[in-house]
């Protein structure tokens, strides 16, 4: 069930117990978001609930986020790649191999 249709029978309830003010608040909500309100003319309503179209720098926004995590993913996959595959034995593994050769063990 929508927001909207919740709201008009809530209204309709109030209206019947005798709280007319909040019951016309409650409608004149319903009607205000049934005609698309603050000049959104892009807007698609279904069953009473409005939902307008995204301004260009949200969907800038979204996109520039979007491509630092994924960014941010592929990176940590090609450093971490034995991690992922092998899981920590292969690192640890590695490690106990420059030791035995004596390679520094460097901390990081």
Do not use: N
């Amino acid at each position: 069930m929508s927001l909207a249709r919740t709201a008009g029978r809530l209204a309709g309830l109030l209206a019947r117990q005798g709280e007319a003010p909040l019951a016309r608040a409650a409608q004149q909500t319903r009607g205000f978001a049934a005609e698309g309100g603050h000049g959104h003319h892009d807007s698609v309503t279904h069953a009473g609930l409005t939902i307008h179209k995204a301004a260009s720098w949200h969907v800038w926004t979204g996109q520039a986020f979007a491509g630092v995590m994924w960014f941010w993913v592929f990176y940590r996959f090609y450093h971490d790649f034995d991690h992922f595959v092998y899981g920590p034995a292969a690192h640890l593994e590695h490690e106990i191999h420059e030791e035995e050769h004596g390679g520094e063990h460097k901390e990081h």
